[in-house]
């Protein structure tokens, strides 16, 4: 755990392209071949507009005659609006990783079901609005890493996602229509289908949350428009939230550092409808601050580490109007 900047600044402003990695006559051939013996699909900066079926079917041809597998198919940094299902028929079966980055994409749905061993898939700075959620969930099972930062959603299905037993890291950052993470689900926390009948309420809560996110570390949505987090949204092994510049978003799970003992860093800079007083009486939100106190040598007096001031909690008591906290740095 260390101080670092809390929402990163990796992204270019303007899409550029490169005219000298254009797909022609005379060079598709030769990529083919560096393709099947890389098992990398590399179509990044070649100005296209959509991926091109006919290089596909020739690769197809080759890994008939040997062995070889496609692992990454990237076309970071073109103009492509649609993936067409055709395009994973033959080889996306060894797909592990699908980077769609800065295009020009609406929507993710139905080319999830041939990426049965999809394990990151990076479609940042898109324009995508919606995702077949229940489609990812059911066929990409395998996936560790999802990245939707800079795109046009408005709602994300934690729901859905919180089957994937094996995601690590969920970043939709960058949404500033998202003001929803799926339906509330509240309900569904006192409705467990298999409870046993001698269960307590706590217990059958404990359960499913046990059955959700079982290896998700890290989360973050900064820059959107989120209202608020279900309480039910407690990852067993998270470490690591990050909600900065969501102006509308009123609080956290109330459960979050009770329930999440791996947790080591949650930033809500510039949330100014969240009150410093509901994060202080949040459950083991005391024993969090010891905890992190301990872990960091004596140094810092404070529970989150994230911002640019060293020893920051994460909750910008400027905007909120409140200095109370502030005692608790050295």
């Known amino acids: ?90 080889i996306g079966k060894s797909v592990q990783r699908l980077i769609l980055g800065k295009n020009t994409l609406k929507s993710l749905d139905t080319f999830f079901v041939h990426l049965k061993q999809l394990k990151v ?17 059911k066929h990409c099972t395998k996936l560790k890493s999802l990245n939707l930062r800079g795109n046009k959603l408005k709602e994300v299905n934690l729901e859905e996602l919180g089957k994937m037993e094996m995601l690590e890291d969920v970043d939709v950052s960058e949404n500033g229509r998202l003001d929803r993470l799926g339906r509330s689900a509240e309900s569904s926390s006192s409705s467990t289908p298999n409870a046993t009948p001698t269960a307590t309420p706590s217990e059958e809560k404990d359960r499913e949350n046990e059955e959700k996110w079982r290896s998700l570390t890290s989360f973050a949505a900064t820059k959107c428009n989120l209202l608020s987090i279900p309480d039910s949204f407690l990852p067993p092994k998270i470490k690591t939230i990050l909600l900065d510049d969501n102006p509308r978003l009123l609080g956290l799970p109330r459960d979050l550092f009770q329930n999440c003992p791996l947790l080591q860093r949650v930033s809500a800079h510039r949330c100014p409808a969240m009150e410093s007083k509901s994060i202080e009486t949040m459950n083991g939100y005391s024993e969090f601050l010891e905890k992190v106190h301990q872990s960091n040598d004596k140094k810092i007096k404070v529970g989150v580490l994230l911002g640019s001031r060293y020893g920051d909690d994460g909750f910008d008591r400027k905007m909120m109007g409140d200095e109370r906290l502030d005692g608790l740095k050295s």
């Open 1 to 90: 755990m260390g101080c670092c900047a809390s929402t990163p600044q990796d992204q270019p402003s303007s899409r550029s392209t490169n005219t000298t990695n254009k797909l022609t006559k005379k060079n598709v051939q030769t990529r083919v071949q560096n393709w099947h013996s890389t098992g990398i699909v590399s179509l990044r900066d070649c100005s296209l507009t959509r991926i091109p079926l006919e290089p596909i079917a020739s690769l197809v041809e080759m890994m008939q005659t040997k062995d070889n597998k496609i692992k990454t198919i990237d076309v970071t940094n073109n103009r492509i609006a649609e993936i067409p299902i055709s395009v994973f028929v033959d």
């Open 121 to 137: 898939l990076d479609a940042h700075a898109n324009a995508i609005e919606t995702v077949d959620w229940r489609l990812l969930t």
